[in-house]
Protein backbone atom coordinates (compact mmCIF):
# COMPACT_ATOMS: atom_id res chain seq x y z
CA UNK A 1 0.00 0.00 0.00
CA UNK A 2 2.70 2.63 0.98
CA UNK A 3 4.29 2.06 -2.65
CA UNK A 4 0.96 2.67 -4.46
CA UNK A 5 -0.24 5.68 -2.08
CA UNK A 6 1.81 8.43 -4.40
CA UNK A 7 0.47 7.19 -7.70
CA UNK A 8 -3.08 6.80 -6.51
CA UNK A 9 -2.49 10.38 -5.23
CA UNK A 10 -0.48 12.10 -8.49
CA UNK A 11 -1.93 10.48 -11.58
CA UNK A 12 -5.25 10.16 -12.78
CA UNK A 13 -6.20 6.83 -12.60
CA UNK A 14 -9.46 4.83 -12.92
CA UNK A 15 -11.04 3.13 -10.42
CA UNK A 16 -11.26 0.30 -12.48
CA UNK A 17 -7.60 -0.25 -12.56
CA UNK A 18 -7.45 -0.31 -9.15
CA UNK A 19 -10.60 -2.77 -8.65
CA UNK A 20 -8.54 -5.14 -10.91
CA UNK A 21 -5.66 -4.40 -8.37
CA UNK A 22 -7.91 -5.09 -5.49
CA UNK A 23 -8.96 -8.70 -7.26
CA UNK A 24 -5.43 -10.36 -7.37
CA UNK A 25 -4.72 -8.97 -3.91
CA UNK A 26 -8.06 -10.36 -2.37
CA UNK A 27 -7.54 -13.73 -3.77
CA UNK A 28 -3.84 -13.95 -2.56
CA UNK A 29 -5.16 -12.52 1.08
CA UNK A 30 -7.90 -15.23 1.05
CA UNK A 31 -4.97 -17.73 0.47
CA UNK A 32 -2.74 -16.47 3.24
CA UNK A 33 -5.79 -15.87 5.79
CA UNK A 34 -7.20 -19.67 5.02
CA UNK A 35 -10.06 -17.78 4.03
CA UNK A 36 -12.81 -20.18 1.82
CA UNK A 37 -12.44 -18.56 -2.18
CA UNK A 38 -15.98 -17.80 -2.67
CA UNK A 39 -15.75 -16.61 1.31
CA UNK A 40 -17.21 -12.84 1.35
CA UNK A 41 -14.62 -10.26 0.87
CA UNK A 42 -15.94 -8.29 4.05
CA UNK A 43 -14.56 -10.79 6.59
CA UNK A 44 -10.93 -9.53 5.09
CA UNK A 45 -11.81 -5.67 5.30
CA UNK A 46 -14.51 -4.98 7.66
CA UNK A 47 -13.46 -3.49 11.28
CA UNK A 48 -12.36 -5.64 13.99
CA UNK A 49 -15.09 -4.56 15.87
CA UNK A 50 -17.31 -6.31 13.10
CA UNK A 51 -15.64 -9.69 13.05
CA UNK A 52 -13.33 -8.62 9.91
CA UNK A 53 -9.40 -8.06 9.62
CA UNK A 54 -9.26 -4.89 9.47
CA UNK A 55 -6.95 -5.13 6.09
CA UNK A 56 -6.66 -2.42 3.36
CA UNK A 57 -8.43 -2.63 0.78
CA UNK A 58 -7.15 -1.09 -2.56
CA UNK A 59 -10.25 0.57 -3.71
CA UNK A 60 -11.19 2.08 -0.91
CA UNK A 61 -7.56 3.69 -0.50
CA UNK A 62 -7.34 4.84 -3.97
CA UNK A 63 -10.45 6.48 -3.39
CA UNK A 64 -9.35 8.00 0.18
CA UNK A 65 -6.21 9.26 -2.27
CA UNK A 66 -8.35 10.81 -4.83
CA UNK A 67 -10.35 12.50 -2.49
CA UNK A 68 -6.71 13.67 -0.40
CA UNK A 69 -5.95 15.33 -3.50
CA UNK A 70 -9.18 16.70 -4.23
CA UNK A 71 -8.90 18.56 -0.73
CA UNK A 72 -5.47 19.82 -1.38
CA UNK A 73 -6.22 20.79 -4.75
CA UNK A 74 -9.65 22.43 -3.62
CA UNK A 75 -7.78 24.59 -0.45
CA UNK A 76 -4.64 25.61 -2.46
CA UNK A 77 -3.92 28.78 -1.75
CA UNK A 78 -2.66 29.47 -5.20
CA UNK A 79 -6.05 31.03 -6.92
CA UNK A 80 -4.74 30.04 -10.15
CA UNK A 81 -4.70 25.85 -8.96
CA UNK A 82 -8.40 26.98 -7.19
CA UNK A 83 -9.73 27.98 -10.55
CA UNK A 84 -8.42 24.49 -12.12
CA UNK A 85 -9.50 22.61 -9.65
CA UNK A 86 -13.12 24.33 -10.02
CA UNK A 87 -13.25 23.89 -13.81
CA UNK A 88 -12.63 20.33 -13.02
CA UNK A 89 -14.90 19.57 -10.79
CA UNK A 90 -17.78 21.21 -12.84
CA UNK A 91 -16.52 18.75 -15.72
CA UNK A 92 -16.61 15.74 -13.91
CA UNK A 93 -19.60 16.33 -12.73
CA UNK A 94 -21.62 15.39 -15.83
CA UNK A 95 -20.15 11.95 -15.29
CA UNK A 96 -22.54 8.94 -14.58
CA UNK A 97 -20.18 5.94 -15.09
CA UNK A 98 -16.93 6.90 -14.25
CA UNK A 99 -15.72 8.04 -10.71
CA UNK A 100 -13.81 11.16 -9.68
CA UNK A 101 -12.61 12.06 -7.29
CA UNK A 102 -13.86 15.67 -7.32
CA UNK A 103 -17.24 14.54 -7.87
CA UNK A 104 -16.38 12.06 -4.99
CA UNK A 105 -15.44 15.38 -2.57
CA UNK A 106 -18.87 17.19 -3.67
CA UNK A 107 -20.92 14.67 -2.26
CA UNK A 108 -18.97 13.71 0.91
CA UNK A 109 -18.39 17.20 1.96
CA UNK A 110 -22.11 18.21 3.41
CA UNK A 111 -21.67 14.89 5.37
CA UNK A 112 -18.78 15.95 7.12
CA UNK A 113 -20.37 19.23 7.43
CA UNK A 114 -23.52 17.74 8.74
CA UNK A 115 -21.52 15.30 11.39
CA UNK A 116 -19.17 18.40 12.54
CA UNK A 117 -22.40 20.37 13.58
CA UNK A 118 -24.70 17.80 14.63
CA UNK A 119 -21.84 15.82 16.69
CA UNK A 120 -23.08 13.45 18.86
CA UNK A 121 -21.88 10.25 20.96
CA UNK A 122 -23.33 7.33 23.11
CA UNK A 123 -20.48 6.44 24.95
CA UNK A 124 -19.40 7.02 28.59
CA UNK A 125 -16.88 10.26 28.03
CA UNK A 126 -17.44 13.41 29.08
CA UNK A 127 -18.62 16.13 26.22
CA UNK A 128 -15.11 17.71 25.16
CA UNK A 129 -13.09 15.14 26.52
CA UNK A 130 -12.43 14.10 22.52
CA UNK A 131 -10.80 15.98 20.67
CA UNK A 132 -11.79 17.57 16.84
CA UNK A 133 -15.52 16.01 17.72
CA UNK A 134 -16.76 19.48 18.43
CA UNK A 135 -14.31 21.56 16.73
CA UNK A 136 -16.19 24.92 15.37
CA UNK A 137 -13.98 26.50 13.32
CA UNK A 138 -12.00 22.75 12.08
CA UNK A 139 -8.59 23.70 10.27
CA UNK A 140 -8.08 22.28 6.81
CA UNK A 141 -6.29 19.31 8.14
CA UNK A 142 -8.63 18.34 10.72
CA UNK A 143 -11.12 19.03 7.50
CA UNK A 144 -9.47 16.22 5.59
CA UNK A 145 -8.78 13.68 8.44
CA UNK A 146 -12.64 14.38 8.84
CA UNK A 147 -13.21 13.47 5.11
CA UNK A 148 -11.09 10.62 5.27
CA UNK A 149 -13.15 9.44 7.99
CA UNK A 150 -16.71 9.80 6.83
CA UNK A 151 -15.20 8.46 3.50
CA UNK A 152 -14.31 5.15 5.47
CA UNK A 153 -17.76 5.20 7.50
CA UNK A 154 -19.16 4.78 4.24
CA UNK A 155 -16.99 1.79 3.24
CA UNK A 156 -17.57 -0.05 5.96
CA UNK A 157 -21.59 0.80 5.97
CA UNK A 158 -21.38 -0.71 2.49
CA UNK A 159 -19.57 -4.17 3.70
CA UNK A 160 -22.24 -4.27 6.56
CA UNK A 161 -24.94 -3.78 4.20
CA UNK A 162 -23.69 -6.31 1.82
CA UNK A 163 -23.22 -9.20 4.35
CA UNK A 164 -26.78 -8.67 6.20
CA UNK A 165 -28.38 -9.61 2.74
CA UNK A 166 -26.06 -12.90 3.27
CA UNK A 167 -28.50 -15.44 4.33
CA UNK A 168 -25.85 -18.09 5.55
CA UNK A 169 -22.30 -15.82 5.62
CA UNK A 170 -24.40 -12.86 6.86
CA UNK A 171 -25.47 -14.82 10.29
CA UNK A 172 -23.14 -13.13 12.26
CA UNK A 173 -24.78 -9.29 11.92
CA UNK A 174 -27.56 -11.18 14.51
CA UNK A 175 -24.93 -11.84 17.50
CA UNK A 176 -25.52 -8.40 18.87
CA UNK A 177 -23.99 -9.43 22.18
CA UNK A 178 -21.06 -11.25 21.86
CA UNK A 179 -17.35 -9.45 21.89
CA UNK A 180 -15.32 -10.49 18.75
CA UNK A 181 -12.44 -12.36 18.35
CA UNK A 182 -9.10 -11.14 19.12
CA UNK A 183 -7.69 -10.31 15.22
CA UNK A 184 -4.94 -7.54 16.09
CA UNK A 185 -1.46 -7.95 14.46
CA UNK A 186 0.20 -9.52 17.64
CA UNK A 187 -2.36 -12.63 18.12
CA UNK A 188 -2.50 -13.04 14.82
CA UNK A 189 1.64 -13.79 14.83
CA UNK A 190 1.74 -15.11 18.43
CA UNK A 191 -1.36 -16.19 19.48
CA UNK A 192 -2.87 -19.62 18.49
CA UNK A 193 -1.48 -19.99 15.06
CA UNK A 194 -2.81 -19.71 12.10
CA UNK A 195 -4.84 -22.75 11.67
CA UNK A 196 -6.92 -22.01 14.41
CA UNK A 197 -7.53 -18.41 13.05
CA UNK A 198 -8.48 -19.33 9.70
CA UNK A 199 -11.10 -21.49 11.69
CA UNK A 200 -12.17 -18.94 13.54
CA UNK A 201 -12.66 -16.44 10.46
CA UNK A 202 -14.23 -19.21 8.23
CA UNK A 203 -16.83 -20.28 11.43
CA UNK A 204 -18.10 -16.89 11.83
CA UNK A 205 -19.16 -16.84 7.72
CA UNK A 206 -20.37 -21.12 8.20
CA UNK A 207 -17.94 -21.33 5.58
CA UNK A 208 -16.04 -24.59 7.23
CA UNK A 209 -15.61 -27.70 5.61
CA UNK A 210 -18.23 -29.36 7.12
CA UNK A 211 -20.53 -32.23 5.21
CA UNK A 212 -23.27 -30.06 4.56
CA UNK A 213 -20.87 -27.41 3.32
CA UNK A 214 -19.62 -30.17 0.87
CA UNK A 215 -22.90 -31.18 -0.26
CA UNK A 216 -23.96 -27.83 -1.26
CA UNK A 217 -20.15 -27.16 -3.55
CA UNK A 218 -20.82 -29.92 -4.40
CA UNK A 219 -18.04 -32.28 -3.42
CA UNK A 220 -20.07 -34.72 -1.96
CA UNK A 221 -23.17 -36.84 -2.39
CA UNK A 222 -24.17 -36.97 1.37
CA UNK A 223 -23.94 -34.59 3.98
CA UNK A 224 -24.98 -36.95 6.68
CA UNK A 225 -22.88 -36.96 10.23
CA UNK A 226 -20.56 -39.71 10.62
CA UNK A 227 -21.10 -39.77 13.86
CA UNK A 228 -24.94 -39.95 14.85
CA UNK A 229 -26.12 -40.52 11.30
CA UNK A 230 -27.99 -36.91 11.08
CA UNK A 231 -29.18 -35.58 8.43
CA UNK A 232 -27.65 -32.40 7.76
CA UNK A 233 -23.79 -31.84 9.58
CA UNK A 234 -23.46 -28.43 9.57
CA UNK A 235 -21.51 -26.78 12.10
CA UNK A 236 -23.50 -25.98 14.55
CA UNK A 237 -24.37 -29.56 14.66
CA UNK A 238 -20.31 -30.54 14.83
CA UNK A 239 -19.98 -28.01 17.68
CA UNK A 240 -22.76 -27.66 19.84
CA UNK A 241 -25.47 -30.23 18.30
CA UNK A 242 -23.83 -33.98 18.28
CA UNK A 243 -25.83 -36.47 20.41
CA UNK A 244 -22.89 -38.75 19.72
CA UNK A 245 -19.78 -36.09 20.64
CA UNK A 246 -21.90 -35.13 23.85
CA UNK A 247 -22.50 -38.47 25.00
CA UNK A 248 -18.80 -39.23 24.17
CA UNK A 249 -17.78 -35.65 26.52
CA UNK A 250 -16.43 -33.55 23.36
CA UNK A 251 -18.42 -30.90 24.77
CA UNK A 252 -17.66 -31.16 28.29
CA UNK A 253 -13.99 -31.08 27.67
CA UNK A 254 -13.83 -27.92 26.24
CA UNK A 255 -16.53 -26.87 28.83
CA UNK A 256 -14.29 -28.23 31.41
CA UNK A 257 -11.09 -26.24 29.60
CA UNK A 258 -12.73 -23.20 29.59
CA UNK A 259 -13.99 -23.45 33.51
CA UNK A 260 -10.20 -24.48 33.81
CA UNK A 261 -8.95 -21.11 32.99
CA UNK A 262 -11.35 -19.34 35.06
CA UNK A 263 -10.46 -21.46 38.11
CA UNK A 264 -6.89 -20.29 37.75
CA UNK A 265 -7.48 -16.35 37.75
CA UNK A 266 -10.95 -16.78 40.54
CA UNK A 267 -8.14 -18.64 42.65
CA UNK A 268 -5.52 -15.37 41.84
CA UNK A 269 -8.85 -12.91 42.66
CA UNK A 270 -10.09 -14.45 46.19
CA UNK A 271 -6.30 -14.68 47.36
CA UNK A 272 -6.48 -11.33 46.75
CA UNK A 273 -9.81 -10.30 47.96
CA UNK A 274 -8.98 -12.12 51.25
CA UNK A 275 -6.17 -10.11 51.95
CA UNK A 276 -7.59 -6.65 51.33
CA UNK A 277 -9.33 -4.80 53.97
CA UNK A 278 -12.96 -5.46 53.35
CA UNK A 279 -14.99 -2.29 52.29
CA UNK A 280 -18.26 -1.97 55.20
CA UNK A 281 -21.41 -2.95 53.40
CA UNK A 282 -23.07 0.22 54.66
CA UNK A 283 -20.38 2.48 53.30
CA UNK A 284 -21.85 2.84 49.32
CA UNK A 285 -19.76 2.19 46.17
CA UNK A 286 -19.91 6.65 45.90
CA UNK A 287 -18.66 6.64 48.97
CA UNK A 288 -15.65 4.72 48.58
CA UNK A 289 -14.78 6.31 45.52
CA UNK A 290 -15.03 9.37 46.93
CA UNK A 291 -12.44 9.12 49.72
CA UNK A 292 -9.64 8.40 46.48
CA UNK A 293 -11.01 11.50 45.03
CA UNK A 294 -8.27 14.17 43.95
CA UNK A 295 -8.84 17.83 44.38
CA UNK A 296 -7.42 20.67 41.65
CA UNK A 297 -3.81 20.94 42.36
CA UNK A 298 -3.28 18.00 44.31
CA UNK A 299 -1.61 15.33 42.49
CA UNK A 300 -2.32 11.53 42.74
CA UNK A 301 0.22 9.26 44.56
CA UNK A 302 1.27 5.66 43.60
CA UNK A 303 -0.09 4.29 46.35
CA UNK A 304 -3.67 6.28 45.81
CA UNK A 305 -5.71 4.62 43.53
CA UNK A 306 -9.19 4.04 42.86
CA UNK A 307 -10.99 1.23 44.58
CA UNK A 308 -11.99 -1.57 42.52
CA UNK A 309 -15.25 -2.72 44.28
CA UNK A 310 -17.32 -5.51 43.50
CA UNK A 311 -18.99 -8.62 45.15
CA UNK A 312 -15.78 -9.80 46.38
CA UNK A 313 -14.80 -6.80 48.16
CA UNK A 314 -17.04 -6.49 51.13
CA UNK A 315 -15.48 -9.91 52.95
CA UNK A 316 -12.15 -11.13 53.30
CA UNK A 317 -12.80 -14.56 53.68
CA UNK A 318 -14.02 -16.13 50.19
CA UNK A 319 -13.83 -19.75 49.74
CA UNK A 320 -14.14 -21.08 45.99
CA UNK A 321 -15.46 -24.27 44.95
CA UNK A 322 -15.00 -25.63 41.31
CA UNK A 323 -17.29 -28.08 39.89
CA UNK A 324 -15.97 -30.36 37.02
CA UNK A 325 -17.08 -33.56 35.37
CA UNK A 326 -13.85 -35.38 36.56
CA UNK A 327 -14.19 -33.96 40.11
CA UNK A 328 -17.72 -33.28 41.39
CA UNK A 329 -18.55 -31.33 43.97
CA UNK A 330 -21.27 -31.00 46.09
CA UNK A 331 -23.04 -27.68 47.25
CA UNK A 332 -21.60 -26.55 50.88
CA UNK A 333 -24.31 -28.36 52.81
CA UNK A 334 -24.17 -25.33 55.57
CA UNK A 335 -25.57 -22.72 52.85
CA UNK A 336 -28.71 -25.37 51.51
CA UNK A 337 -28.51 -28.80 50.95
CA UNK A 338 -29.41 -29.44 47.03
CA UNK A 339 -28.61 -31.75 44.56
CA UNK A 340 -27.92 -28.93 42.02
CA UNK A 341 -24.14 -28.52 40.91
CA UNK A 342 -23.57 -25.11 39.86
CA UNK A 343 -20.02 -24.93 38.01
CA UNK A 344 -18.45 -21.98 40.82
CA UNK A 345 -19.44 -21.21 44.17
CA UNK A 346 -17.93 -18.75 45.72
CA UNK A 347 -19.14 -17.66 49.39
CA UNK A 348 -18.29 -15.64 52.62
CA UNK A 349 -19.46 -17.03 56.20
CA UNK A 350 -18.61 -13.52 57.54
CA UNK A 351 -20.66 -11.97 55.22
CA UNK A 352 -23.01 -14.74 54.91
CA UNK A 353 -22.93 -14.08 50.92
CA UNK A 354 -22.45 -16.64 48.38
CA UNK A 355 -22.05 -15.94 44.13
CA UNK A 356 -22.81 -18.76 41.94
CA UNK A 357 -21.31 -19.04 38.78
CA UNK A 358 -22.60 -20.71 35.31
CA UNK A 359 -20.28 -21.49 32.41
CA UNK A 360 -21.90 -22.13 29.27
CA UNK A 361 -20.11 -23.27 25.66
CA UNK A 362 -23.18 -22.33 23.34
CA UNK A 363 -22.91 -21.39 19.65
CA UNK A 364 -23.15 -17.62 19.41
CA UNK A 365 -26.64 -17.59 18.14
CA UNK A 366 -28.09 -19.24 21.12
CA UNK A 367 -25.94 -17.07 23.77
CA UNK A 368 -29.15 -15.03 24.63
CA UNK A 369 -31.55 -18.30 24.84
CA UNK A 370 -28.75 -19.82 27.43
CA UNK A 371 -28.47 -17.21 29.92
CA UNK A 372 -32.06 -17.18 30.26
CA UNK A 373 -31.59 -21.32 30.40
CA UNK A 374 -29.66 -21.05 33.40
CA UNK A 375 -31.48 -17.96 34.90
CA UNK A 376 -34.61 -20.30 35.05
CA UNK A 377 -32.48 -23.78 36.25
CA UNK A 378 -31.30 -22.09 39.42
CA UNK A 379 -34.09 -19.41 40.40
CA UNK A 380 -35.30 -21.57 42.92
CA UNK A 381 -31.68 -22.62 44.31
CA UNK A 382 -31.32 -18.41 44.62
CA UNK A 383 -34.99 -17.86 46.34
CA UNK A 384 -33.79 -20.81 48.65
CA UNK A 385 -30.77 -19.85 49.80
CA UNK A 386 -32.22 -16.11 50.60
CA UNK A 387 -34.39 -17.39 52.82
CA UNK A 388 -32.21 -19.30 55.00
CA UNK A 389 -30.43 -16.12 55.74
CA UNK A 390 -28.35 -15.78 53.29
CA UNK A 391 -27.93 -13.41 49.82
CA UNK A 392 -26.95 -15.19 46.74
CA UNK A 393 -26.43 -14.11 43.52
CA UNK A 394 -25.97 -15.83 39.91
CA UNK A 395 -23.91 -14.84 37.40
CA UNK A 396 -24.17 -16.87 33.96
CA UNK A 397 -20.71 -16.90 31.63
CA UNK A 398 -21.90 -18.08 28.06
CA UNK A 399 -18.52 -18.71 25.91
CA UNK A 400 -19.53 -19.09 22.32
CA UNK A 401 -18.05 -22.08 20.53
CA UNK A 402 -16.68 -20.33 17.33
CA UNK A 403 -14.60 -18.25 19.49
CA UNK A 404 -16.27 -15.18 20.59
CA UNK A 405 -17.40 -14.13 24.16
CA UNK A 406 -20.83 -12.81 25.45
CA UNK A 407 -20.78 -9.04 26.56
CA UNK A 408 -22.62 -10.49 29.77
CA UNK A 409 -19.67 -12.75 30.78
CA UNK A 410 -17.33 -9.32 30.67
CA UNK A 411 -19.88 -8.01 32.99
CA UNK A 412 -19.78 -10.72 35.30
CA UNK A 413 -15.96 -10.89 35.50
CA UNK A 414 -16.12 -6.94 35.89
CA UNK A 415 -18.95 -6.84 38.93
CA UNK A 416 -16.67 -10.23 40.61
CA UNK A 417 -14.21 -7.52 40.77
CA UNK A 418 -11.64 -8.16 38.44
CA UNK A 419 -10.55 -4.93 36.50
CA UNK A 420 -12.15 -4.05 33.30
CA UNK A 421 -8.20 -4.02 31.90
CA UNK A 422 -7.94 -7.85 33.71
CA UNK A 423 -11.77 -8.85 32.23
CA UNK A 424 -10.70 -7.97 29.07
CA UNK A 425 -7.72 -9.94 29.10
CA UNK A 426 -8.96 -13.01 30.58
CA UNK A 427 -11.78 -12.92 28.13
CA UNK A 428 -9.46 -12.88 25.37
CA UNK A 429 -7.90 -15.74 26.82
CA UNK A 430 -11.13 -18.07 27.14
CA UNK A 431 -12.12 -16.93 23.22
CA UNK A 432 -8.34 -18.52 22.31
CA UNK A 433 -9.06 -21.33 24.64
CA UNK A 434 -12.70 -22.19 23.05
CA UNK A 435 -11.21 -21.86 19.30
CA UNK A 436 -8.86 -24.29 20.17
CA UNK A 437 -11.17 -27.01 21.63
CA UNK A 438 -14.07 -26.27 19.09
CA UNK A 439 -10.72 -26.48 16.50
CA UNK A 440 -10.10 -30.08 17.95
CA UNK A 441 -13.95 -31.13 17.74
CA UNK A 442 -13.94 -30.02 14.17
CA UNK A 443 -10.93 -31.85 13.27
CA UNK A 444 -12.65 -35.18 15.01
CA UNK A 445 -16.34 -34.95 13.39
CA UNK A 446 -15.51 -37.67 11.73
CA UNK A 447 -13.27 -40.04 13.89
CA UNK A 448 -15.83 -42.23 16.74
CA UNK A 449 -12.10 -42.13 18.58
CA UNK A 450 -11.79 -39.68 21.03
CA UNK A 451 -9.50 -39.93 24.32
CA UNK A 452 -8.85 -36.28 25.68
CA UNK A 453 -11.15 -35.96 28.03
CA UNK A 454 -8.34 -35.81 30.86
CA UNK A 455 -6.45 -33.13 28.61
CA UNK A 456 -7.82 -29.93 29.37
CA UNK A 457 -6.09 -26.86 27.17
CA UNK A 458 -4.84 -24.49 29.68
CA UNK A 459 -3.94 -20.83 28.31
CA UNK A 460 -1.71 -18.52 29.65
CA UNK A 461 -2.28 -14.49 29.81
Known amino acids: MSRLSWSFLVHDLSLSFASELEDIATRRLKIWSGLYRSADIGTLYRRREHLGLQLTQLSSHFQHMQIVKACLLSTSQDPLIQEIFVLKQQRVSAFTQRWSGPKALSLVAPVVEHNLRFAGQSDRAGLGSKRGMYSANPSIKELRAK ?248 LTLEVGARGLIANGTFRSFVKLGFPPRHATTLCRLLSTVVARCSYAIYLAHNSQIWSHNSDLVIGSL
Open 147 to 394: TGEVLGQLQEEKHLNHASCLVQQGAWTHWDNVRPFDLSWQNLIYGPGPRVIAFVLNAQINSVKTPAMLKLWGYTSTSDCSLCTHKKCTLHHILVNCPFALDQGRYTWRHDSVLANIEAELQKLVAEMNKRKPVSATETVRQAFRRCFVRKGDKLHAGKQQPKLGLLSFANDWSLLIDYDHKQTTFPPNIYPTNQRPDGVLWSRSTRRVVLLELTCCAEEGVAAAQLRKEVRYLELVESINSRGWKADL
